[in-house]
């Protein structure tokens, strides 16, 4: 684990337990919620980690609540105990009765991934909780999300990891006010000034072509969107965006020609940067192909 996401965790924990800052939630009354509620409050002032983690763990049994999921994800993410975080997280995350708490499951949750190496369902994980939040969003929490681009970007990403996120299904934040589509965002890279693919961009088209070739998403149907940098007119933006998305449908429908029928491909230039700063990483990260399902 990293320093930073390290530093965040143990800082979770002491507000968690120094001030309770979320309420108890995410239960129903049908169960033995007072006594989940003891074991949650013991745990709190447990001194002792496993000790702690056996108080949470009877919480969650006799009454699954939101927050001793969520303070077990913290815990187990203490100890670099990955896997048990990761399933903490995604408990907690369903039971979570406020926009901003599943946002902060789904915070924890993404570091969790990219843990384990899952870069792309972290990135997901991480761009809902920042759409969840209420505003303002916490700077570590965009922080977080810029840092996993970074990392992200630098491979190719497998058809594998593409078709997890494309079938995961819509997802809706607790209060309602979001719907968000599947989608990702994937580094295809051009030669300058170009639409022409380049080495590396063929081999992610492609890998992009084997996820949407895949039988989970054979009933589907998605829209290449292209983005550019802010570098230039808007006008020329524009006309290279959509030529770029064209170029990339192109390719998909040539090599994998199931897939005719099934795309769109749109340019949207500069109007949806991710990032309005002036470094080269910045216009690094603006520079995509988003896929989004459609249907």
Not at 89 to 115: C, D, I, N, P
Not at 151 to 172: K, M
Not at 239 to 249: F, H, W
Request: charged content about 20%; glycine content about 4%.
């Amino acid at each position: 684990m990293n320093k930073l996401a390290e530093v965040y965790i143990v800082r979770s924990i002491q507000i968690f337990i120094s001030f309770t800052l979320l309420t108890w939630s995410g239960f129903s009354w049908g169960m033995d919620c007072e006594l989940a509620a003891e074991y949650y409050h013991r745990a709190k002032s447990e001194s002792d980690a496993e000790s702690a983690i056996s108080l949470l763990n009877q919480s969650i049994r006799v009454c699954p609540n939101f927050n001793s999921w969520y303070i077990l994800g913290l815990m187990h993410a203490r100890q670099n105990e990955i896997e048990s975080a990761t399933t903490a997280f995604a408990h907690a995350r369903s039971l979570a009765v406020t926009a901003k708490t599943e946002a902060l499951a789904l915070a924890h949750l993404g570091q969790m991934l990219v843990q384990s190496g899952q870069m792309l369902q972290a990135l997901q994980a991480f761009e809902l909780a920042c759409r969840f939040h209420p505003a303002p969003v916490p700077n570590w929490l965009n922080a977080s999300l810029k840092r996993t681009r970074i990392q992200a970007y630098q491979h190719i990403v497998p058809a594998t990891s593409i078709a997890r996120v494309l079938e995961s299904g819509v997802q809706t934040s607790t209060d309602g006010r979001f719907m968000v589509r599947p989608a990702v965002n994937l580094p295809v890279h051009f030669e300058f000034d170009r639409s022409n693919l380049n080495s590396a961009a063929t081999r992610q088209v492609y890998e992009l072509g084997l996820a949407l070739s895949l039988p989970q998403l054979r009933n589907r149907s998605f829209i290449l969107v292209g983005h550019t940098d802010k570098r230039g007119t808007v006008a020329y933006n524009q006309r290279l965006s959509q030529a770029r998305a064209d170029t990339v449908q192109d390719e998909l429908e040539r090599k994998f020609p199931s897939l005719i029928g099934r795309l769109q491909s749109t340019g949207r230039g500069e109007t949806e940067l991710l990032y309005d700063g002036d470094s080269e990483i910045d216009h690094q990260l603006n520079r995509r192909v988003k896929v989004t399902v459609i249907d």
